[in-house]
C-alpha cells in the first residue's frame, strides 16, 4: 500500500571532496521540495562514500557555507524519517553522523563495512565496494522500515 521512489542527487562526484557541497545543496532542496510538495510523505536521506559526506553536510550543517547554499529549514528536518550511510569518510575521524547531527543522530544507521579505510582505521580496499555482499544493506533497509512503518497503535500491540 506505499509507493517508494529515489532521485539520485546531482553533483561532480570526484576525489575532492569540496565537491560534496554542491551535492548538498541539491539534496538539501530535493528534500525541501518533496516536504512542500508531499506532505504526508515520509523522507529518507542515504548516501555511499562521498554520498555520505553529502549527508553530513545536510544533516549537519544549519547555515549555509563553503559552497553549501540551501541548509534545511528547522521546519523540514522532524519530515526525515531516516538517514542511511555507508562508508562515511567522517566515521574514519571518529565522528559518525550518529555522533555529529542532534537532529538525526537517533534516526541514523552510519554502516561500516570491517576494515573498511574510508570510514574505519581498516586496510581492506575492498571492503568498499563489497557493501551489497557484507549484509550491511539488508541492516539498512529493516533500519529505514522500522522508522518509516507507522508506530503500532495501542490497541495493535496486545
Not at 548538498?24 to 512542500?36: C, E, F, I, N, P
Amino acid at each position: 500500500g506505499s509507493t517508494v521512489d529515489t532521485y539520485a542527487v546531482q553533483y561532480p562526484a570526484s576525489w575532492d571532496f569540496m565537491k560534496a557541497a554542491a551535492g548538498a545543496t541539491d539534496m538539501s532542496k530535493r528534500v525541501q521540495a518533496t516536504a512542500a510538495r508531499c506532505p504526508k510523505t515520509k523522507i529518507v536521506m542515504g548516501g555511499y562514500s562521498q554520498g555520505a559526506a553529502v549527508v553530513d553536510v545536510v544533516a549537519t550543517s544549519p547555515i549555509a557555507g563553503l559552497g553549501y547554499t540551501a541548509p534545511l529549514p528547522a521546519a523540514v528536518v522532524p519530515r526525515v524519517a531516516s538517514v542511511v550511510v555507508f562508508g562515511n569518510p567522517s566515521a574514519r575521524l571518529g565522528q559518525p553522523l550518529t555522533r555529529m547531527s542532534p537532529d538525526f543522530g537517533a534516526r541514523t544507521a552510519d554502516l561500516c563495512n570491517t576494515n573498511d579505510p574510508i570510514c574505519s582505521l581498516g586496510r581492506d580496499w575492498n571492503a568498499h565496494i563489497t557493501y551489497p555482499k557484507s549484509g550491511l544493506i539488508k541492516l539498512a533497509a529493516h533500519w529505514v522500515t522500522r522508522h518509516v512503518q507507522p508506530a503500532p497503535t495501542p490497541a495493535a500491540r496486545r
